[in-house]
């Protein structure tokens, strides 16, 4: 089986299609065969890969219908988009695993979550191997974490990953310390810094390395990335 990442907050705007889809792009520019997966109505995955909706993920689950979009060589989406039914409340752990065998081919599979709670975000969590939690540097982000941790066992947590860190600002670090000390070993090493080039690479439907490689995001995607594999490989 692949490495199943599950990239979570119940937050809305923390940051976690943006980073579902760099975690994607960027293991599979690194030669690995990756499937990301949109388990979101709002179907952004797609948009941010220059696609239109789809019903991949929903057509899979409900249907047993395989039809991936390839993205590269390597990479494959599932991508989703507004849907008549309320699907993903239909989504258990044994219905996962029924469907499993299409997912055999990929080295990594990496879901992207719709905020809020729901049978689907609770399925993958249990069928993922490990949960990344990106977290807004703001005052509801710790509480928000808090709150999710609460259904995630720890040791399903590969990193908490502060996003939208702003050097400029006194409040980041504060609200950045905080989390520090309310999660002691749970912080990703270096935190995403704010970088307006990740919403116009988004419009543009490129992965920050394809549209300004010289931009912070770039390097900083590039350095969560190493830290994933690596810490992946100690757990
Ligand atoms: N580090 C960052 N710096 C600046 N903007 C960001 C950053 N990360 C994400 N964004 C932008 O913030 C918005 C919300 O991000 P998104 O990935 O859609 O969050 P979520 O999926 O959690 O709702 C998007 O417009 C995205 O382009
Ligand atoms: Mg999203």
Redesign the pocket.
């Known amino acids: 089986m692949p490495n199943i990442v599950v990239v979570h ?1 119940r ?11 760099h975690i994607a792009d960027g293991l599979s520019k690194s030669g690995q065969k990756v499937l990301l997966i949109d388990g ?1 109505s ?1 179907g ?1 995955c797609a948009l ?1 890969l220059g696609l239109n909706f789809g019903t991949d993920t929903e057509d899979w689950l409900m249907r047993g219908r395989w039809h991936p979009h390839a993205i590269s060589p390597t990479f494959d989406l599932l991508a989703s988009g507004p849907s008549e039914e309320v699907w993903w409340e239909s989504v258990t752990l044994p219905l996962l695993a029924k469907q499993s065998r299409w997912i055999t081919a990929y080295e990594w599979v990496i879901i ?1 979550t719709a ?1 809020g709670d729901s049978l689907f975000n609770r399925a993958v969590i249990q069928w993922s191997s490990k949960v990344i939690i ?1 977290a807004n540097l703001q005052f509801y982000s710790a509480a928000g974490v808090i709150n999710l941790l609460k259904s995630v066992p720890r040791e399903r947590v590969l990193g908490i990953v502060p ?3 702003d050097l400029r600002t006194k409040r980041t670090l504060e609200v950045l310390e905080n989390i520090k000390a309310q999660f002691p070993m749970m912080l990703s090493p270096r935190p ?5 080039d ?2 116009r ?2 419009e543009a439907g490129q992965s920050i390395w394809d549209w300004n490689p010289h931009a912070t ?1 770039a390097d ?1 995607y590039y350095d969560l990335i190493e830290w994933m594999v690596s810490s992946y490989g100690e757990n």
């Open positions: 907050n937050k809305g705007g923390a940051g976690k299609t943006t980073m579902s889809i979101d709002q952004n941010g992207d905020p990106p996003n939208f860190y995403i810094r704010q970088c307006v990740l919403e690479a988004s995001a900083d």
